[in-house]
């Protein structure tokens, strides 16, 4: 079966570094996203990745290795605004989109 | 990106009756659109594929008597909750995907059954 694993919860403090980390198991892959979404409201898109590496935007940079079926999102300088959850989600050979649990992110002063 | 509009936002609604769940795009003609289902802390869970012109495709376990869903424009889909009961309170949203990029989001409708 297609699997995404993320971690339940993560505390971090305010104007630190978090790395949040995604591991899958999918039928055929055609990218990875992560999207940003607050209690009662709909996910936003973060960043995505087809190719090894890594993707910078501003505070957040995503990683993907697809030999290891891992992706991690980092956040730098957290701010309060942060607290929120964190979606990985692949894109299946079918381009269904997978998706994992979420992460929650609470960030402490 | 595309602009996705769901209406309502939120929903209160008395066991036993139906209630209509709006998503439209507004500036992408969709013929697909995608609508899931959210139980607090945890993963969106597709519920069914919404077809312009054609039926819906629904995921196993959801039942398509229940949860009905008209696509009848290039720009709207509907999500209908017939004969609801408590346990369908839930968080409901629809997304669109242009072409092969992110996902696009409605607000969410959050529906509680009283």
């Known amino acids: 079966g297609q699997n995404i694993d993320q971690p339940t919860e993560m505390t971090a403090t305010e104007g630190a570094i978090v790395q949040i980390n995604c591991t899958y198991q999918?039928?055929?892959?055609?990218?990875l996203f992560w999207y940003q979404q607050h209690a009662g409201e709909a996910p936003t898109f973060l960043s995505y990745?087809?190719l090894d590496g890594l993707e910078e935007k501003g505070r957040f940079s995503s990683f993907l290795s697809r030999s290891k079926g891992y992706s991690y999102l980092l956040l730098k300088e957290l701010q309060m605004k942060d607290s929120a959850s964190y979606l990985c989600?692949?894109?299946?050979?079918?381009?269904?989109?997978?998706w994992g649990a979420g992460t929650k992110l609470i960030i402490k002063p | 990106g595309a602009v996705v509009s769901q209406h309502p936002s939120r929903v209160i609604c008395k066991s036993g009756t139906s209630v209509k769940i709006e998503c439209r795009s507004l500036?992408?003609?969709?013929?697909?659109m995608f609508w899931y289902r959210q139980f607090p802390k945890k993963s969106l869970m597709l519920m069914a594929t919404s077809n312009e012109g054609s039926k819906a495709t629904y995921e196993q376990g959801v039942e398509k008597d229940k949860f009905l869903i008209n696509h009848a424009s290039l720009t709207l889909s509907t999500l209908t909750v017939t004969s609801a009961h408590p346990e369908d309170s839930s968080f409901y949203i629809c997304s669109v995907v242009p072409g092969n990029t992110e996902a696009f989001f409605g607000q969410g409708t959050r529906l509680t059954v009283v």
């Open positions: 990745n087809v």
């Open positions: 999918t039928s055929g892959f055609n990218g």
């Open positions: 989600a692949v894109r299946d050979s079918n381009y269904q989109l997978i």
């Open positions: 500036d992408f003609q969709a013929t697909t």
